[in-house]
């Protein structure tokens, strides 16, 4: 596809999850990094989970459901349900190829991750190509610290790190940046043992989710 002169210059940002279900802690520090690195459009990824891992509570089309409730009144946000249509795993760099070849060369492109991802990205496929796709940009989240796994991981992130925010649109791809977002300590995992508890989650989602999940009976 050709590039349009005027996005190549939008930083375009792409979001992925499980989203079982989408929360607060997904969507608030995304809305504080899109106002930080001057985001007009994050579009979120719903995982494909390959059956050998372990299952999501809630199936494709209910996490798919969850975020387009969520996102509904809120511009910034759009969905790509590309991955739910798989029957085969894909790995998150291939789907960044695959976007990177709709989108064209010159777009600039990033991928949101929060710090826990960031700490152990050496064990997803081909980690390090993808900073030749994309920026990556990481969430702060809180309990997580800026300790690396692995040196090799470290030197990587030593190497690429921008805290210029204005440089990621002027390059299509290859930069690290730390962001400085909120941390809410929120997880998909927290609400979903709330809920298998009969615990209220009222400030952790929001209420067109939460109406969805009663109305679905998930997560009992
Ligand atoms: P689970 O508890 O089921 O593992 P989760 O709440 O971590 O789920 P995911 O859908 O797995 O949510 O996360 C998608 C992305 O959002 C990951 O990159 C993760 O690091 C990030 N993320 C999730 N919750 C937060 C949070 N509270 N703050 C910052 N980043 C977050």
Do not use: W
């Given at each position: 596809m050709p590039t349009n002169p005027e996005s190549a210059t939008v930083l375009h940002a792409l979001f992925g999850g499980?989203?079982?279900?989408?929360?607060?802690?997904?969507?608030?520090?995304v809305e504080a990094l899109a106002a930080e690195v001057g985001l007009n459009r994050v579009t979120l990824l719903p995982n494909h989970v390959?059956?050998?891992?372990?299952?999501?509570?809630?199936?494709?089309?209910?996490?798919?459901?969850?975020?387009?409730l969520a996102i509904a009144?809120?511009?910034l946000f759009a969905?790509?349900?590309?991955?739910?249509?798989?029957?085969?795993?894909?790995?998150?760099?291939?789907t960044?190829?695959?976007?990177?070849?709709?989108?064209?060369?010159?777009?600039?492109?990033?991928?949101?991750i929060g710090q826990d991802s960031l700490l152990t990205l050496h064990k997803w496929h081909r980690w390090q190509s993808l900073l030749?796709?994309?920026?990556?940009?990481?969430?702060?989240?809180?309990?997580?610290?800026?300790r690396m796994d692995t040196p090799e991981l470290q030197q990587w992130l030593e190497r690429h790190r921008v805290t210029?925010?204005?440089l990621l649109s002027q390059r299509p791809h290859g930069h690290i940046y730390l962001a400085d977002t909120p941390e809410l300590e929120i997880s998909a995992t927290?609400?979903?043992?709330?809920?298998?508890?009969?615990?209220?989650?009222?400030?952790?989602?929001?209420?067109?989710?939460?109406?969805?999940?009663?109305?679905?009976?998930?997560?009992?």
């Open positions: 499980t989203f079982d279900p989408i929360h607060y802690g997904h969507l608030r520090p390959p059956p050998h891992r372990p299952q999501p509570e809630a199936n494709a089309q209910q996490r798919l459901k969850m975020v387009e009144d809120n511009p969905v790509d349900d590309r991955e739910l249509h798989r029957t085969t795993p894909s790995y998150t760099i291939e960044l190829e695959t976007i990177r070849k709709e989108r064209g060369a010159a777009q600039p492109l990033a991928f949101i030749d796709v994309c920026h990556l940009l990481v969430l702060a989240r809180p309990g997580y610290n800026d210029d925010a204005p927290e609400i979903r043992q709330r809920r298998h508890q009969g615990l209220n989650c009222d400030d952790l989602l929001p209420r067109s989710v939460q109406r969805y999940i009663e109305l679905q009976g998930l997560y009992r």
